[in-house]
């Protein structure tokens, strides 16, 4: 699996398949992670599922429609981040940080938020889907 652990990804529009990748520690604030239509009007969608983003800095990156099945995203700086749409069934998001995050029809089966911060802030959670199913 790719190895970006600890890379400065700020910024970046990534459409790629990094299932079970390591990005432990990557900056990827600001970066463009989600679903993205191509030249023939089929739509891309980034494929993050079973990724370590533990301790990354992810704020205001937009994961809009991507794969983050089984990602691993505790202790991560989501603040502001757009989650519209992504499937986070079964992810680990415990001691992220969550302020101003965007969950609007995101799926969270089996999704884990045990000592997440901010989550009185967070837009969209009545929205999401499989709310009921997630662990806070």
């Known amino acids: 699996a ?3 652990s600890g890379a400065n990804l700020s ?3 990534i ?3 990094l299932s079970r990748s390591n990005l432990r520690g990557a900056n990827l604030s600001d ?10 009007k089929m739509p891309k969608q980034t494929d993050l599922s079973g990724a370590i ?3 990354a800095d992810l ?3 937009n994961f809009t429609g991507a794969n983050l099945i089984f990602s691993n995203m505790a ?7 757009i989650f519209a749409g992504a499937d986070l069934s079964r992810a680990d998001l415990g001691r992220a940080k969550l302020a101003g995050a965007d969950f609007t029809d995101a799926n969270l089966y089996g999704a884990g938020f045990s000592d997440a911060k901010g989550l009185d802030s967070v837009r969209g959670l009545d929205r999401a889907r499989n709310r009921d199913k997630a662990v806070f």
């Open 2 to 4: 790719p190895n970006f």
């Open 11 to 13: 910024g970046a529009r």
């Open 15 to 17: 459409f790629a398949r």
């Open 31 to 40: 970066a463009h992670l989600g679903t993205e239509r191509n030249q023939f």
């Open 53 to 55: 983003l533990t301790d």
């Open 59 to 61: 704020a205001l990156a």
């Open 75 to 81: 202790g991560a700086n989501l603040e502001g981040a």
